[in-house]
């Protein structure tokens, strides 16, 4: 008997959280330490000297992947904001603004920062590209590897020879997800470092919610 269509819609699906996960795990062998550790050192120097507000930028599903990051600096105890909200602040000389972009030449995200390097902010991107406009404006970079690009490649065997997992991670899935595991990761060694407990960033949860 034949896979029935929900069958075959499963195997798919499952196949693709296997591609996902095994780039994940490949692209964070590539991660540089080193900047990785520069960025929480800035983050928590920040925090221990109170020094003003974060602010977290990035379009699209980078931008959500950003919400995300800002709501777990904010349970940290820092002034995290999101760019686009309207109870955003001035940025002010030595504010972080954390900026994501896959491509790093979002026209939004690439003004936005160009802006914070004028009002004297520091400039933090995680980005595909660190040559990219937006890597050449930051004074930090994270390079976190994924697909950002369209494919002209349409046949199947093919992409899969070449280590291609589009259409089923298409568009910039792979940088937002595996972006999103990267900050994650920040987020549990800031715990630590600051000397916070999963207690601590409850009582800071938002606690009237739809």
Known sequence: ????????????????????????????????????????????????????????????????????????????????????????????????????????????????AEAAKEAKARLIAVTSYPDSPLGRLADLVIEVPGRTKYSNETDYFARQILGMTEPLAPLGTLFEDTTMIVLDGIVAELMIRLKKTEEDLRLVHANIEL
């Open 1 to 112: 008997m034949g896979n029935s269509l929900e069958d075959l819609s499963s195997s798919i699906s499952l196949k693709t959280m296997y591609d996902l996960t095994g780039f994940i795990l490949s692209a964070i062998k590539r991660l540089d330490v080193k900047m990785i550790s520069k960025m929480v050192d800035m983050l928590v120097d920040f925090y221990q000297n109170k020094q003003g507000r974060i602010l977290v930028m990035g379009a699209g599903r980078s931008g959500l992947v950003g919400r995300a990051f800002a709501m777990r600096l904010l349970h940290l105890g820092y002034n995290a904001y999101v760019l686009g909200e309207t109870i955003v602040p001035a940025i002010r000389e030595g504010d972080i603004v954390i900026a994501i972009s896959g491509s790093g030449k979002t026209k939004l995200i690439v003004t936005a």
